[in-house]
């Protein structure tokens, strides 16, 4: 399959095409009846907690937040290959993905409320905790992957960074120290057109992401990243090439309909025409037409299911609206052994701007 589809030419791996239709049914991955289902619900429900997130955070509930809106079948291919040995190095628009592994929405809602609790995971097994400084996790990710090589373990490492972190040294490193040490990684890369406002054509001169591998002796494929079926038969082949030493960088096509996060204004960079040509190839839209067509979805009760998800997910939001404020103590005092001066001068100023606020009422 990856010699079928060399990036040097540029050519694009599908399975099925917009309306749902297989185009390919050679590449049709192994995954039963039974668990598109449950990607497609899982794929829904990821969608309908972002789509909840963002309203508490316009509601001024919680701070700024990335969108996935778009974007769920990276994720969803995820959830499908990932086992519970493999890590997950997520950058900061993983929401399926850290469903997938076991974190809770209600850590996610934290994390997005300051809460550093949000990032533990408890009941995630090999994750780490989000990143935001870009593309910084896939140099932790290779690291990770060579452990897994030295102690001989059945682990991958999935590292997944935005087409932005493409453009930073540390993706070319973590490139190049896979490939030269074996390293069971496979990297995603979710192109969705934009890093920021930055179109894609103005990242790089390359014809695409996957290319980008070939320098440093990677397989590499760009895949339909909006085809739930395209990203699991093509995980599925990567993690068999990771499991043998062979580092994989897969270019998941696919485009952010939300805003970059809620701080940011799209309409100042893209055009509506642009965002309804994208809407045409929207990942859940279009595995929904799939499940109609082998008459295994009946749109009918996806009503229910959704009132059924947004009730869980209100739950879940308001367990972290009232978890329990930040001891004063905790924010300052774990930083060193001993306070320096500064950080207890900074201590002292936010403790009188605590008491000034608190006369004011």
């Not at 628009?93 to 550093?116: C, D, H, N, T, V």
Request: charged share 30%; hydrophobic share 40%.
């Amino acid at each position: 399959m990856f010699k079928e589809y060399n990036p040097l030419d540029d050519k694009l791996f599908q399975v099925i095409d917009k309306d749902g239709k297989i185009l390919a049914k050679k590449h049709m991955p192994d995954i039963s009846d039974e668990r598109v289902i449950q990607a497609f619900n899982d794929m829904l429900f990821a969608r309908t907690a972002d789509m909840m997130a963002v309203s508490y955070q316009r509601q001024g509930r919680m701070f700024t937040y990335p969108p996935n809106f778009g974007q769920e079948a990276i994720s969803g291919g995820l959830a499908v290959v990932m086992r519970d040995q493999d890590w997950l190095v997520p950058a900061f628009r993983e929401l399926g993905a850290w469903l997938a592994k076991g974190a809770s929405l209600k850590e996610i809602f934290l994390y997005f409320m300051g809460y550093e609790d949000g990032t533990v995971f408890k009941d995630a097994k090999n994750i780490t905790p989000i990143a935001v400084p870009i593309a910084s996790q896939l140099l932790h990710a290779v690291g990770i992957g060579y452990a897994i090589k030295y102690r001989k373990l059945d682990s991958v490492v999935y590292a997944i960074v935005g087409d932005g972190g493409t453009s930073t040294g540390d993706f070319h490193e973590a490139l190049n120290f896979a490939a030269v040490w074996d390293a069971p990684v496979v990297f995603i890369v979710q192109n969705n057109q934009f890093a920021i406002s930055v179109p894609f054509k103005k990242q790089t001169r390359s014809i695409n992401i996957a290319v980008k591998g070939i320098a440093y002796g990677m397989e590499c494929i760009k895949v339909d990243g909006n085809d739930l079926f395209a990203m699991v038969k093509a995980l599925q082949e990567a993690a068999k090439l990771a499991g043998e030493g062979k580092p994989v960088l897969i270019e998941a096509l696919t485009y952010r309909r939300g805003a970059h996060t809620t701080s940011d204004d799209p309409t100042k960079y893209r055009t509506k025409e642009e965002e309804e040509t994208w809407a045409l190839a929207d990942p859940i839209d279009r595995l929904r037409k799939y499940l109609v067509s082998k008459k295994l979805w009946n749109e009918d009760s996806e009503e229910a299911l959704l009132a059924q998800f947004k009730k869980e997910i209100d739950r879940q939001f308001e367990e972290a609206e009232n978890y329990p404020a930040y001891a004063l103590d905790d924010v300052f005092k774990f930083h060193y052994a001993d306070m320096p001066a500064d950080l207890r001068r900074q201590q002292v100023e936010y403790e009188k701007f605590l008491q000034w606020k608190e006369a004011r009422k």
